[in-house]
Structures are given as structure tokens and as C-alpha cells.
């Protein structure tokens, strides 16, 4: 969630409105748009898919 507010600026209430599927597929959409922005392999963003939670 914070992914998206994060580059979309939607407020968390908003984004809580969004059905999980929709969720991932914006960030699938904003992953994707990152890695077309920064086609090298020195990638300053990552995709959210990409990312390891924190334990």
C-alpha cells in the first residue's frame, strides 16, 4: 500500500478501497513503468516484487 500512495499520492483511505487484485496489478503498472524510466541494469528503483519483507 504505501508503494502506491507513495507514487500515486493516494491517501491510505484510498488505497485500502482497492481490492487486493487491483493493488497488484498497480504495482505491477508502477513497477513497470520504473524499469521503462531506467532501462539499465543500475536500476535506482526496484519492483515491488523484487523487494524481501523485513523479519
Not at 487486493?20 to 526496484?46: M, Q, V
Amino acid at each position: 500500500m504505501a508503494f502506491i500512495s507513495y507514487y500515486f499520492h493516494w491517501s491510505h483511505e484510498e488505497v485500502q478501497s482497492i481490492d487486493h487484485r487491483s493493488r497488484r496489478r498497480w504495482c505491477a503498472e508502477i513497477s513497470g513503468i520504473n524499469e521503462k524510466l531506467n532501462p539499465s541494469g543500475d536500476k535506482k528503483e526496484k519492483s515491488i516484487f523484487d523487494m524481501k519483507p523485513n523479519r
